[in-house]
């Protein structure tokens, strides 16, 4: 699956994955969600975001997840 509306520039955010070219980083709308920021909050916070935007986000980040093997042990 594509994510049209991710983008990673290098010369925009440190390559850090963006919503659309926007300054939003995927991070931030995620780490809203996780603070229980309803779907509307985040909108009417970042009024260039649209629905659509935030679910990919999400898509995003959980495939991002399958991508790399994460331990949750502490080093000894």
Do not use: W
Request: hydrophobic share 35%.
């Amino acid at each position: 699956m594509g994510y049209e509306r991710i983008t990673v520039d290098p010369d925009q955010m440190n390559g850090v994955p963006c919503i659309r070219g926007l300054r939003i980083p995927v991070k931030t709308v995620i780490g809203m969600l996780a603070e229980r920021m309803s779907k509307e909050q985040i909108l009417e916070a970042y009024p260039d975001l649209e629905q659509e935007d935030i679910k990919q986000a999400l898509r995003f980040s959980s495939d991002m997840l399958d991508e790399h093997e994460i331990s949750l042990e502490k080093p000894a």
